[in-house]
């Protein structure tokens, strides 16, 4: 088996040019941006967890005394940390258009022109191997792997954003030797500020994509709704053109009827005479001939259908003609 070297990794993204005047602005904006040693005035978001946080403790004081019960702990010197870091830089992006909150999930994030960008603010992680101990090589011991791996904190903090603002822009940032988070905050609140006018945009292109969309769905629910029209109309003439055509027949047949029985017209049939059905069976056939009403009269009657004259099942919902 040939072993083959990694491929190396793709060269980041060109920064477009107006990105990168843009980050340029925004550092000269941000170049005096300190994360304050204590948290004497929070944002108003990191002020609400902090106080939650008190209460629960106080809470748990109350009722837990004397009984020796589970009190929250004070907040740890990382957390502390983090609420300073986060407090400044929402308090710094708030005054370029952003609005500081917390997501669905929980999470720190801010928000522009209605896209939210989530901040993961944690602590690192490595993994490390640790040699057994004689109880744990007695449960089961592996001469190949004679120690175990765990999770150990390094107390450095991490600050991502999810998800990315650009492909080109920077996404994470770690605590360094010389560069703790604190002095890095300044680049990052540049990288919102930067971003701000570019996520601006993008919203402005949903939302005029959407009006065109909406446009041409509305364009062709519209021209259903006129083909529709037609074929109902349509539909109404040729039943009217049928009615005429089935009084023209029933006359015809009335006639050949009433010159057949010109002898016995005074024969009387359920109440009526032979001479009398035949002056029914006109008077019938003038009502629903729909020519009696004239051209006029007919488009009239067209005209009063809509594209919701006629159900689905082929039934007419329009009024007889009259």
């Excluded at 005394?65 to 009190?71: E, K, L, S, T």
């Excluded at 930067?194 to 519209?222: D, S």
């Amino acid at each position: 088996m040939t072993i083959a070297p990694s491929l190396p990794a793709p060269p980041p993204p060109q920064m477009p040019s107006e990105l990168e005047e843009s980050l340029a602005t925004a550092r000269r904006l941000t170049a005096g941006l300190k994360v304050p040693g204590k948290l004497h005035h929070p944002h108003q978001i990191v002020a609400g967890w902090i106080e939650e946080h008190q209460r629960e403790r106080e809470q748990a004081k109350r009722y837990s005394w004397g009984r020796g019960g589970y009190v929250p702990p004070d907040f740890t010197a990382m957390e502390r940390r983090r609420h300073r870091l986060l407090s400044t830089l929402f308090i710094s992006v708030e005054k370029h258009g952003y609005t500081a909150k917390v997501d669905e999930r929980g999470r720190p994030a801010v928000e522009i022109a209605r896209q939210s960008s989530a901040l993961i603010i944690k602590e690192k992680y490595r993994q490390v191997r640790q040699p057994l101990t004689e109880e744990e090589k007695k449960r089961g011991f592996n001469p190949k792997r004679p120690w175990r791996q765990e999770m150990q904190p390094t107390g450095l903090l991490q600050l991502s954003i999810e998800p990315r603002l650009h492909p080109s822009l920077r996404q994470s940032w770690i605590d360094a030797a010389d560069q703790p988070l604190e002095h890095q905050l300044p680049e990052i609140a540049a990288v919102f500020i930067a971003a701000a006018p570019m996520l601006q945009e993008r919203r402005r292109r949903q939302e005029e994509n959407e009006r065109r969309r909406h446009e041409e769905e509305m364009r062709r629910y519209e021209e259903r709704q006129r083909q529709q029209l037609e074929r109902n109309r349509l539909r109404g003439f040729l039943e009217l053109a049928s009615r005429w055509k089935e009084v023209e027949a029933a006359r015809l047949f009335l006639d050949t009827l009433a010159k057949r029985a010109a002898g016995n017209l005074d024969e009387v049939l359920d109440g009526r005479t032979v001479g009398e059905w035949i002056a029914w069976a006109r008077e019938h056939l003038t009502a629903h001939d729909p020519i009696e009403a004239g051209a006029a009269g007919v488009f009239r009657t067209i005209a009063a259908i809509d594209q919701w004259t006629y159900r689905d099942n082929g039934a007419s919902n329009w009024s007889t003609y009259t």
